[in-house]
């Protein structure tokens, strides 16, 4: 067999069944061999190597299987480090194929030569070359199991085209496969019985106990495992960002957000009033902590952290006690060894409900509110509203984050909502809405983005047309990078003398009609929601352009901007707060 079918052949056999990339000079070879495979498998052209990475990132999050992509040599293994970098930090298995200059070339001024060995290291958990093509099975397994053992992440395989036009005899290599490194986690840690015991002592000597639900819990699909486990002992949970959709927002126990960016003020007073906090799958980074000022000093609470990675156990917290492993496999048997009375957690239970309620009874009219230009709050209403069967919402981390995570309530336990937070990058909603929808095509993808975000990637328009993905794609049309625009007016700068943040307003519904879109501009509420109604009922791709008020008009949902403008953040109220003049 020539080794890009030895590489296709083994691709197919950890049951890849989709390849995202681009073509260059130098994959020919192994398009040749995709195409020509008997195998289920399919390559998806993107339109930019970086968008390519977003598929695969989105990808392996919706399906718990590793996300492939590939890219040509020289400037497309340049594209492709945004993605790459975002996926190895997220946890998220990616490998990465780049195929290259011809081994033989190196060191004599070959077109794109490039060292991607060394420019991928730091971003990965393995970054290698193939040198000879009776290696191409062995690296691919190699590949396969750093992806998907210990903390997932991605993975970088430089091969030389050379290497794929060689031939390999059958008779000097093995192709078997580890099916188990197909998926992730593969070979989850499991906590000792010791462990799991001193978390119920833990839990039955405390009042007020709460689960954390960081990234770890979706990232090892422990979504059902959670909510069993704390509907069985009564706990509440509050989750991180990207730890939201752990237990379903209309359940009781699902007390909300907390941190800096689009925090719930009851979930965070949660935290502050909790004497046992269970971290699960959660590093307790800068926005969970609110830049490691929260939950305060308290000497009298107890901190628990459970996570597949020991080196970030305690790194950041002083820990009772740290345990080293697998969420799911924690919770299963924190689950099948529990001896505690859930009664006894009924009025921590019932306190924290009542913040809840009075948050959201106080949010009411927010909702209500048809002021122009729109804003968030009844955008997200609208389109909350509208939600009747499960989907997979991809958002950007930039202007829909904070009042999406605020307002936003998923009570279906089978729709994920999905913001990459490792780097906050912009560009990943539209290429990633056909990565999820390729990974669960049974699902209808939503993209949520600012105009920032849809000029970096407004080419996979053409994607998403070309390939029929029904995704509706949410764009917030306010003329500006808004998140940077509000930390301007934040320090103080009048809204018309911000430096270097403003452009254009353009009608970007015309730019999606033009890519053969069924496109609209909507101005108010009213409009809004004709547009979602129609884009619900239709099955082919949907953009509407939402012209709506900035992030810098008003202060949003992030603490450290709201205790900057000397305000509570803990108030249960929504009382509206200015920049500073």
């Known amino acids: 067999m020539l080794g890009s079918e030895v590489l296709v052949k083994m691709l197919a056999d950890y049951g890849v069944e989709k390849i995202f990339g681009v073509p260059g000079d130098t994959n020919v070879p192994f398009y040749t061999a995709l195409s020509r495979t008997e195998d289920n498998i399919r390559h998806i052209m993107a339109r930019d190597e970086r968008s390519a990475g977003f598929m695969a990132d989105a990808y392996a999050r919706v399906s718990n299987k590793v996300g492939v992509f590939e890219a040509p040599s020289g400037a497309g293994a340049m594209y492709s480090l945004p993605p790459v970098a975002e996926a190895n930090d997220s946890s998220v298995p990616v490998i990465l194929f780049t195929i290259d200059i011809p081994l033989s070339t190196e060191g004599r001024g070959c077109l794109t030569e490039l060292d991607g060995v060394n420019l991928f290291a730091p971003i990965t958990k393995a970054s290698m070359q193939i040198k000879s093509p009776d290696k191409i099975p062995e690296i691919v397994r190699r590949a396969f199991r750093i992806a998907t053992t210990g903390k997932p992440g991605a993975v970088h395989v430089v091969v030389p085209e050379d290497m794929l036009t060689a031939e390999v005899n059958l008779n000097d290599v093995s192709l078997h496969v580890e099916k188990e490194c197909g998926y992730f986690p593969a070979h989850p840690t499991n906590p000792s019985y010791f462990a799991v015991n001193q978390v119920l002592d833990l839990i039955s000597a405390a009042e007020r106990p709460l689960f954390v639900a960081g990234g770890g819990v979706n990232r090892a699909a422990a979504r059902k495992e959670l909510t069993e486990v704390a ?36 979930a965070n007073k949660a935290m502050e009033e909790a004497d046992l906090l269970i971290y699960l799958g959660s590093r307790i980074g800068s926005v969970v902590s609110i830049g490691w000022s929260f939950p305060s000093d308290n000497s009298d609470r107890k901190v628990v952290q459970v996570d597949l990675d020991p080196e970030i156990l305690a790194n950041t917290t002083q820990n009772s006690l740290s345990i080293a492993s697998d969420v799911k496999s924690f919770l299963l048997e924190l689950g099948e060894q529990d001896n505690t009375d859930p009664a006894t957690n009924e009025p921590w239970v019932t306190q924290v409900n009542d913040w809840r309620a009075e948050f959201w009874q106080n949010a009411e009219p927010l909702f209500e509110d048809r002021s122009l230009p729109m804003r968030p709050e009844p955008i997200v209403k609208a389109f909350n509203d509208r939600i009747t069967k499960p989907v997979n919402i991809l958002s950007d981390a930039g202007t829909p984050t904070p009042y999406m995570t605020r307002f936003l309530r998923l009570g279906d336990e ?24 390729e990974a669960e095509p049974d699902k209808r993808p939503i993209g949520l983005f600012g105009d920032g975000s849809f000029g970096m990637t407004v080419g996979e328009l053409e994607t998403l047309v070309r390939l029929n993905c029904p995704a509706i794609l949410l764009h917030f049309n306010n003329a500006c990078f808004g998140w ?26 015309k730019v999606a009609e033009a890519y053969g879109m069924r496109a609209f501009q909507v101005h108010s509420l009213d409009k809004f929601e004709q547009a979602l109604d129609i884009a619900f009922d239709y099955d082919g791709p949907c953009f509407i352009d939402i012209v709506v008020e900035s992030l810098a008009d008003r202060v949003p949902p992030v603490v450290s901007w709201i205790r900057k403008r000397g305000e509570d953040p803990l108030a249960l109220d929504s009382k509206e707060i200015k920049y500073a003049n």
């Open 231 to 266: 509907t069985k002992m009564n706990i509440p949970v509050v989750n991180s960002i990207t730890g939201q959709g752990a237990v379903p927002d209309n359940h009781e126990l699902a007390i909300g957000v907390i941190g800096d960016n689009g925090y719930h003020p009851h």
């Open 414 to 437: 089978n729709s994920t909502f999905i913001i990459p937070r490792a780097f906050g990058g912009l560009g990943y909603a539209i290429p990633a809405v056909v990565g999820a929808w």
């Open 484 to 509: 940077i625009k509000g930390l301007h007016r934040l320090q103080g700068v009048g809204n018309n003398d911000c430096y270097s943040v403003d452009f254009s307003q353009t009608n970007a519904y």
